[in-house]
C-alpha cells in the first residue's frame, strides 16, 4: 500500500457516496496506491465492495458462477476506468466517485448479459414446473406456489422499462438510500422517487394484481 | 380514489420501500390513519415488494463467490501481463519501423537518382529543334545525282579516268 510519505500517491480524493470519516480516508488510501501499483490494494477494495457489487449482479446471472464472472468483470472495468481517468487527468477536483462507478458498471454489465443469455434460450430464468404443483404435501405446494408468483414478479422487473428497473433494483437489491440512486444514475433524487413509484405501479400492471 | 390519496401515492410507495422518514412519514401515517383503501394498498405494495427480492444467498452462491478478491486480483495480474507483452511488442515493432523508414530516407536518393531525371525519349524527340544542316546535307544527296550518276560517286569517277585515257591525256 502506498505510504503518505513515499511522494507516489497521486492527489486523489475517493468519493465513497455515504460512507464517511475513517472508511472513506482508508477508500482513498486504498485506491490511490493501487494507483500507483499496489495490488494488494485492489483485493482490499474488492473485499470491501464485494457485496454490494454481488447484490447487484445476481438479479442477472443465471447460476452463482455467472454472479462471481459479473462481479469480477465490474471490479476490473472500475478499476480500468480509474485509472484511465488518472493517466487522461479527467478527475474533477482529484475525486473519483469510484462506488459510483461500480454501481453503474455493475448495472449495465448486468443488463447486457440477460441480453445475451435471452438472445440464446427463451426459457424463463425462473421457471417453475407447472405439474410439480399438487403432488406435493400441502405446505410445500404452498411454498411452491409463492415461488413461482415470486418468479412470475422477477421476471417482470426485468421487463419494466430501463430507468424503472435500475431504480427499483438499486433500492431492493442493493438497499441504497435515494440520493445514492439519483447519484449512480446521473438523474435527481426526486426523479429516482417517482421512477420508483412508477416502477412498482407498472410491476403490478405487469403481473396483475390478483395474483399477489 | 381520492385527490389527496392520489397526492400520497408516491410517498406510499416509498414508504412500502422502507425508504421514508421525517415530516413525510408522519403526514402518510395520518392520511393513512384515516383511510383503508390506501392502507390496503400500503400493504399490497409491500407484498409485491416481498416478492421483488431476490433469496439471500445459499450454500452454492457463497461458495461460487468466496473466492472473489483473489479470483480479480489474478485477472487484474495477468491483464497487466498481458498489456505489458503488448506494450513490448509495439515497442519493438514501432523502433523496427522506424529503423526501416530512416533506411529508406537515406537510400531514395541513391535509388531513384538515375530514374527519377530521365524523361521518356519520345516527348524528348518532340520538343527538339530540326537540325537545319543535317536537314541539307541530306537533301544535298539529291543535288549530287546532277554531278554524278545516280547510282553513286564511285561509279562517275572511274568513268570519267577511263575517256581521259582513250582520249590521249
Known amino acids: 500500500m502506498a505510504d503518505e510519505g513515499d511522494g507516489k500517491r497521486p492527489l ?25 501499483g499496489d495490488d494488494e490494494a485492489f483485493g482490499a477494495l474488492v473485499r470491501r465492495h464485494e457485496k454490494l457489487v454481488l447484490s447487484l449482479v445476481r438479479r442477472y446471472a443465471r447460476t452463482p458462477e455467472d454472479a462471481r464472472d459479473l462481479a469480477q468483470r465490474t471490479f476490473l472495468r472500475a478499476f480500468e476506468a480509474a485509472r ?3 493517466r487522461r487527468g479527467v478527475l474533477e477536483e482529484g475525486a473519483v466517485p469510484f462506488r459510483r462507478w461500480l454501481i453503474r458498471i455493475a448495472v449495465n454489465l448486468g443488463k447486457n448479459h440477460l441480453r445475451d ?92 394484481e390478483d395474483s399477489l | 380514489m381520492k385527490p389527496e390519496c392520489r397526492d400520497l401515492e408516491v410517498l406510499r410507495s416509498l414508504a412500502a420501500a422502507g425508504a421514508l422518514d421525517g415530516d413525510e412519514a408522519a403526514r402518510l401515517a395520518a392520511h393513512l390513519a384515516g383511510c383503508p383503501a390506501c392502507r390496503a394498498a ?44 503488448l506494450l513490448r511488442f509495439g515497442t519493438a515493432g514501432g523502433v523496427a519501423l522506424a529503423v526501416a523508414a530512416a533506411v529508406l530516407l537515406l537510400l531514395a536518393p541513391v535509388l531513384f537518382r538515375d530514374r527519377a531525371p530521365e524523361p521518356p525519349a519520345v516527348a524528348q524527340a518532340g520538343w527538339q529543334e530540326p537540325d537545319v544542316d ?34 590521249g591525256e
Do not use: C, M
Open chain 1, 12 to 36: 486523489l480524493r475517493v468519493v465513497p457516496g455515504g460512507s464517511e470519516g475513517s472508511a472513506r480516508r482508508e477508500e482513498e488510501a486504498l485506491l490511490a496506491a493501487f494507483l500507483v
Open chain 1, 117 to 208: 443469455a435471452l438472445r440464446f434460450t427463451h426459457t424463463s430464468l425462473e421457471s417453475v414446473p407447472e405439474e410439480r404443483l399438487g403432488t406435493e404435501p400441502p405446505g410445500a405446494a404452498a411454498a411452491l406456489e409463492h415461488a413461482q408468483r415470486a418468479a412470475r414478479v422477477r421476471a417482470a422487473v426485468l421487463a419494466l422499462p430501463r430507468r424503472q428497473r435500475e431504480v427499483l433494483t438499486l433500492r431492493v437489491d442493493a438497499e441504497l438510500p435515494f440520493a445514492e440512486v439519483a447519484a449512480a444514475l446521473s438523474i435527481t433524487e426526486n426523479a429516482a422517487r417517482v421512477s420508483f413509484h412508477h416502477a412498482l405501479q407498472k410491476l403490478k400492471a405487469l403481473v396483475g
Open chain 1, 84 to 86: 484511465r481517468a488518472l
Open chain 2, 134 to 167: 543535317a536537314l541539307w546535307t541530306e537533301s544535298a544527296v539529291l543535288e549530287l545525282s546532277d554531278d554524278a550518276a545516280s547510282t553513286g560517286d564511285t561509279w562517275g569517277d572511274d568513268a570519267l579516268a577511263a575517256y581521259d585515257a582513250w582520249a
Open chain 2, 42 to 85: 400500503e400493504q399490497a405494495d409491500r407484498a409485491l415488494l416481498d416478492l421483488v427480492k431476490l433469496p439471500p444467498p445459499g450454500p452454492a452462491e457463497a461458495l461460487a463467490t468466496a473466492d472473489l478478491p483473489a479470483r480479480a486480483l489474478a485477472a487484474l495480474r495477468a491483464r497487466g501481463r498481458r498489456r505489458h507483452a
